[in-house]
């Protein structure tokens, strides 16, 4: 365990390429991610906060509970979304860049809004 440690750190600090690659694809992934999620987010909050509507009680409780989501239930949704039997399985996305950048914009999306509703 420690030498696992300690050969990490070795990596880390020689700037091996592998590495630095795959922290790349993960700021990648999750800037995306982001990005996307905040761009929806943004309008809806505002849309929600200014709204006198009865429905925008019940919208701003639902953002609140999506928060919740376990993190499992929405990859195996995806998952199933985007393995080949599935509805969207024509398109060959599961497992890439865009599976992942999708994942975590449906995991964001409602921290984001109820952060936006807060504020």
Known sequence: MFGDLLHALRLILTADAEVWQITGVS?????????IATTLALPLAHAISSSTSRLAGVATWLI?????FPT???????????????PLGWASLLYTRTAMTLGQSVLAFPIV???????
């Open 27 to 35: 700021l990648q992934v999750s800037l995306t991610a982001l990005l």
């Open 64 to 68: 609140h509970t999506a928060t919740a």
């Open 72 to 86: 499992v239930v929405v990859g195996l949704t995806l998952y199933f979304v985007l393995s080949q039997s599935g």
């Open 113 to 119: 809004a109820a952060v936006c509703l807060v504020a």
